[in-house]
């Protein structure tokens, strides 16, 4: 039949060998430079000294390498590169990374943590740099020490402590109000005293301007509603910091201007928030961080850029971060009866001293909320860091300078340091652990030196919502099961967030 068609149309043949030859010819050029490109950047930018042996791990592959793979399907990669060893190479664009799989790695890379440093665009190139080049996460050295010394004062342990009440009681509003957000509608969920809510969409929003008022302080409903609309703006960009190409580079503003655009619409109308609210309350007299900030940047001691990307970072960055984290722990809890039942009974006996209990890591409470870290961490792959010093990892001899990752799967889950259950959700592996045991094996807010900023205020958010929300529902997930111990995963983030329905049932 077709070569009959072919017969009758001679023009159609022609095109279709024409296509039959495209089609092999650029087959054949993505193949041959595959190859050509690992050669090269292998022998050339390999990250490696050849005192050493040669680092394994998959071939770079045009144009952007292992780069996205890594963090958008981060847990089938991590499990399919194991088999380079515990030690391997994985590409970002054209820039070599180095992954570490082991305790024992991580520790002879953390020996001079202080002097490590990271590239502002984090190896995700010109449009994440535009974005986030300059937050506090990714500056180095006396630039990362002053930013530090302007926003730690608000996330310390103490400040966080101090500030527990608020932490709890908003927790606890929002707990009570949840049915106005479920599936069925407020006032039916209200009447029967059962609703079902998917958990991202629920539990998103509230640690988001939970973040936004220690900022800024008390928001009204105009200035929240702003925010979230440029919080959208801002979630719109997230697709282009992982395209690579031509989005690594500022010849950007000529491939896709209208992507630019979008970009600067963005800066443009975070930076004029940022400085309408620094204003506003400067004018009302109020201590508040985003005052601070502000006042830094006007006497010249940090950038207009170090205050806007250090908010992003805080807030839009951390966005899915933090949605990420709460719908993990709630989802584990909630689909293990035993741990369930010994935090409810905890949280009773508890119920007079909440807000202590809460800030308390020698509890069921904590331990709940750290296996979940464990299990279940926010990146597969870490945005690393480099060291100015040669490092020798089991013979690879890795060049000052060079990116390092850490696999967190294979510390926090594959790690022998863990059992034979490693896989299992099971709180009570932290019951006689120490600080000192967990150093090196297990990633939950970095290693060394630079720890993460919102550690204390997160821990304390999270596990307040834990308390108020298994106290007052019969917590269970009904839907977005995959199997026995696994689930559903959104796809429109950048982390592994849980895709699944919750169904609350009003407790008497």
């Known amino acids: 039949m077709i070569f009959q068609l072919y017969e009758s149309s001679p023009g159609l043949l022609a095109v279709g060998v024409v296509l039959s030859l495209a089609t092999v ?34 071939q770079w592959q045009w144009p952007n390498g292992q780069f996205a793979d890594k963090f958008l399907n981060g847990a089938a990669r991590s499990e399919e590169w194991r088999k380079y060893g515990p030690v391997y190479r994985v590409w970002a664009g054209p820039k070599p990374e180095i992954v570490l799989t082991t305790p024992e790695d991580l520790k002879v890379f953390h020996t001079d943590s202080d002097k490590h440093t990271k590239p502002l665009d984090g190896n995700f190139g010109w449009f994440f740099d535009k974005v986030l080049g300059r937050c506090v996460g990714l500056l180095s050295l006396d630039e990362w020490k002053n930013m530090r010394r302007v926003v730690d004062p608000s996330f ?47 539990f998103m929003k509230f640690p988001f301007i939970f973040t936004a008022e220690v900022v800024y302080g008390n928001m009204t409903e105009a200035e929240k509603e702003e ?8 979630q719109a960009l997230l697709p282009f910091f992982f395209k690579g190409s031509f989005y690594r580079t500022s010849y950007l503003k000529w491939f896709d201007r209208p992507a630019y655009n979008q970009l600067q ?23 508040l961080p985003i005052v601070t900030y502000w006042d830094e940047y006007l006497q010249g001691n940090i950038t207009l850029e170090q205050v806007t990307h250090t908010l992003d970072e805080m807030l839009f960055a951390n966005l899915d971060v933090t949605t990420h984290v709460l719908t993990w722990a709630i989802t584990l ?3 293990h009866e035993n741990v369930k039942k010994e935090l409810r009974e905890e949280i009773e006996a508890h119920k007079d001293n909440l807000q202590e209990y809460i800030t308390n890591v020698n509890t069921h409470l904590h331990r709940c909320y750290y296996e979940s870290l464990r299990l279940r961490p926010i990146a597969v792959f870490s945005i690393g860091e480099s060291a100015p010093s040669v490092k020798n990892f089991r013979g690879i001899h890795v060049k000052p300078n060079t990116m390092v990752l850490v696999d967190t799967y294979a510390i926090n889950v594959r790690n022998p340091f863990w059992g034979p259950n490693s896989e299992e959700y099971d709180p009570n592996r932290f019951r006689n652990l120490k600080s000192t045991d ?15 900023l919102g550690q204390y205020l997160a821990g304390h958010m999270v596990k307040a919502i834990l308390v108020h929300l298994f106290s007052q529902y019969d917590v269970k997930i009904i839907d977005g099961r995959k199997g026995k111990a696994d689930y559903d995963i959104d796809k429109t983030t950048w982390v592994p967030v849980a895709d699944v329905t919750v169904e609350l049932t009003k407790l008497q």
């Open 227 to 234: 925010l979230w609309a440029i919080a959208e703006k801002r």
């Open 265 to 287: 619409e963005f800066l443009d109308s975070w930076a004029e928030f940022n400085t309408r609210m620094a204003r506003s309350r400067r004018e009302q007299g109020l201590p």
């Open 25 to 58: 010819a650029v087959l054949t050029i993505r193949i041959w430079g595959d190859f050509v490109g690992n050669a090269i950047l292998s022998t050339f930018n390999g990250g490696v000294l050849s005192t050493g042996r040669a680092a394994p791990g998959p």
């Open 156 to 202: 310390t342990h103490g400040a966080s402590v101090k500030r527990i009440s608020v932490t709890e009681s908003d927790a606890r509003a929002f707990v009570e109000n949840l049915h106005t957000i479920s599936n069925e509608g407020a006032e039916i969920a209200k009447t029967k005293g059962r609703f079902t809510v998917p958990a991202m969409a629920a």
């Open 333 to 335: 809890v909630a689909d």
């Open 438 to 452: 967990l150093r090196y094996n297990l990633f939950v807010f970095g290693f060394g030196y630079r720890k993460c």
